[in-house]
C-alpha cells in the first residue's frame, strides 16, 4: 500500500502541474486528453516487461509503472476541472489585482479540487491492482501471493494463495478510498461540496 501511496502523491503533483500548464490551450488539453486515452489501453503486464530490460528487477520499474498509470485519470480530472471554472469567477479574480499565478492557487485549483480528487480516488483504485501485478518486477507483497498462487495452480493451495491477495488487494482499496474520502472532507471549501 505504500507503494501505491507514494506513486499516487508523485502522480498528483506531476499531472496537476501539466495540467495547469496545458489548460489554457484548447490544442495542448486535446493532446494531453489523448495521451490518457491512449496510456490506459497499454497493458500493465507488458509494460513492466518493457522496463525491466533498462532498469533490472526492483523497485524503479514499478514505481515508474504505477505512477504512470495513476496520472492518466488524475491529468483528465485536473484537465476538466480547470477548464470547467467559470470564466467569470477568474475575471473577477484579475479584476481585483490577483495575478495570472495567483488566481490558479488561490482560485482555480481550489474550484477544480472535487474534480481532481475524483480523479484521484478512480486511480487509487485502478492502480492497487496494478501494483499487485508489479511484484512480478518487485519481488514480495500482495501481488506474490498471486503469482506464488498462479505458478502452482492445481497444486495445494494454489487457490487460497491466489484468492488471499485479491482479497487483501481489494480490501487495501478499500480503505484507500475512505481515507480519500476523509481528505476530500477535510481539504474541499465548505461552499463547494457537493
Known amino acids: 500500500m505504500s507503494l501505491v501511496v507514494q506513486c499516487l502523491i508523485l502522480a498528483t503533483v506531476l499531472s496537476v502541474v501539466i495540467a495547469a ?6 490544442a495542448l488539453t486535446s493532446l494531453a486528453n489523448s495521451v490518457s486515452a491512449i496510456g490506459l489501453t497499454i497493458p500493465s503486464f507488458a509494460l513492466i516487461g ?7 528487477f526492483g523497485v524503479t520499474p514499478a514505481v515508474i509503472v504505477v505512477t504512470f498509470f495513476a ?7 485536473a484537465v476538466v476541472g480547470l477548464t470547467g471554472i467559470d470564466k467569470a469567477v477568474i475575471e473577477s479574480a484579475r479584476g ?3 495575478s495570472r499565478f495567483r ?3 488561490q482560485v482555480e485549483l481550489p474550484m477544480a479540487w472535487p474534480v481532481i480528487l475524483a480523479g484521484i480516488r478512480v486511480s ?5 491492482g496494478i501494483a499487485a501485478i508489479t511484484a512480478y518486477a518487485l519481488g514480495p507483497g500482495l501481488g506474490g501471493f498471486i503469482f506464488s498462487g498462479l505458478s502452482r495452480l492445481g497444486g495445494a493451495n494454489s487457490l487460497e494463495s491466489v484468492i488471499t491477495g485479491v482479497v487483501a488487494v481489494i480490501i487495501l482499496a478499500l480503505i484507500l478510498d ?3 474520502v476523509g481528505l476530500g472532507r477535510i481539504t474541499t471549501p465548505r461552499g463547494i461540496r457537493v
Open 21 to 26: 500548464l496545458v489548460y489554457r490551450s484548447g
Open 178 to 180: 475512505l481515507l480519500l
Open 103 to 105: 488566481t490558479l492557487v
Open 71 to 77: 496520472a492518466l485519470p488524475i491529468l483528465r480530472n
Open 96 to 98: 481585483i489585482g490577483m
Open 124 to 128: 487509487a483504485q485502478m492502480v492497487m
Open 50 to 56: 518493457l522496463l525491466i530490460a533498462p532498469f533490472g
